[in-house]
Structures are given as C-alpha cells and as structure tokens.
Antibody, heavy 122, light 107 residues
C-alpha cells in the first residue's frame, strides 16, 4: 500500500523558517515525481512545488518562489520542503502528493498524504 | 497562469440524482484535466485524469468528459458517500491550477 506521511508543521512566527518532510513507502520512490500542495483553512487547493524523480526538474508557484525550496532524498524515500521568510498567507495544511504516472509532465496527484498544518502567526 | 472556473460552487441533491459539475479553463488545455473528491478532514482523492480516464478503484458512476476549455464531471446516481467537495485541476502547463471547488450537499 502506498503511504505518504508528512511531518514538520507547527506554529511559527512571520519571517521564520520551517522544514517539512514527507516519508514515502509502498512504491519505488525514485520512479516518481513528487509534489507539495497546500490548502488554507476553509479554502481551495494550491499547488506549491514539484520535483522530478532525479531532481533534474523543479517548479514553484509564484507565491513561494525564492522563499521555498523543494528537495528529495531517494535513498531515504523522503521529500522535503524548506520554507523560509514565512508569511501569514502561508498558513495552510500542506499535503505531499505522488505523481500518478511518474512523469514530470503528467501531473495527476495520487495519492496524497494526510497533511501537516503550518500556522504562521506572531 | 491558467484560471480554472467551476460551476456551480455548490449543489443540493438527493441520493439517486444525476449530478453534473462543470469546469472551464481560461485557455485550451486539450485533455489535461483531473477531478478530485475531498471529504471533510480528509485529503483529496483522484477520481478522473486525462479528462475521462477513471482512476483505479473509483466507482463507474463517476465519469468525465470534455476537451479544450470545457469539461464536465458527472455522477450518474448520487450515493450517500458522494457528498463532498469536488475540484478540477489542469495539468497542461505549470503552475498546475485548481478550480475553486463544488460542494455537493444533501437536499
């Protein structure tokens, strides 16, 4: 069974940093592109960032470009999101999601983890 | 960025009803469209990808159609477990973008 388990969320002050992790199991991690998608409380879904299987292709939403960095460690079956200069508007539930087909270009997200909550507030 | 507009934003329906949700892209996206279902407190679940391909394990009462800019998700006979919020997502170009969601409520 494919499992994605996020961790690292919490309450953080504006301007500070946080690092999210996603532990993957049940599939060959280095065959698939991976993504972060967030959902602000009571709001819709927003794609944040994605990374190809070998880290050769990386993308970011404009709202986080220059502040967030995605990375992966295929030896540890893990995905990461380093979030710097956090803002109140970054408050959201952050989901880790696997690319259904593995390809960097076919970005259907399946499955998703349960999410980790990031709250940015003073 | 490609804007995705869903309608309606909410719909009230009864068990057994046929429900149709539409999604319009601000520019042509061929068949690069997915549909997700999200229940309260749960992660989204992929239902349909490539506009009309049913994801493994998803009941056949769900179907998707369309290409270009206009797409439809149809639930042929609404079941109690289908009351949820549904989102469309375009995968034609970065950044992938989602529609605002359609909440399917019990009438």
């Amino acid at each position: 069974e494919v499992q994605l388990v996020e961790s690292g969320g919490g309450l953080v002050q504006p301007g500070r940093s946080l690092r999210l992790s996603c532990a993957a199991s049940g599939f060959t991690f280095d065959d698939y592109a991976m993504h972060w998608v967030r959902q602000a409380p009571g709001k819709g879904l927003e794609w944040v960032s994605g990374i190809s299987w070998n880290s050769g292709s990386i993308g970011y939403a404009d709202s986080v470009k220059g502040r967030f960095t995605i990375s992966r460690d295929n030896a540890k079956n893990s995905l990461y999101l380093q979030m710097n200069s956090l803002r109140a508007e970054d408050t959201a539930l952050y989901y880790c999601a696997k690319s259904l087909k593995g390809s960097w270009w076919e970005n259907w997200f399946d499955p998703w983890g349960q999410g980790t909550l990031v709250t940015v507030s003073s | 960025d490609i804007q995705m507009t869903q309608s309606p934003s909410s719909v009230s329906a009864s068990v057994g009803d046929r429900v149709t949700i539409t999604c319009r892209a601000s520019q042509g996206i061929s068949s690069w469209l997915a549909w997700y279902q999200q229940k309260p407190g749960k992660a989204p679940k992929l239902l349909i990808y490539a506009a009309s391909s049913l994801q493994s394990g998803v009941p056949s009462r769900f179907s998707g159609s369309g290409s270009g800019t206009d797409f439809t998700l149809t639930i042929s006979s609404l079941q109690p477990e289908d009351f949820a919020t549904y989102y469309c997502q375009q995968a034609n170009s970065f950044p992938q973008t989602f529609g605002g969601g359609t909440k399917v409520e019990i009438k």
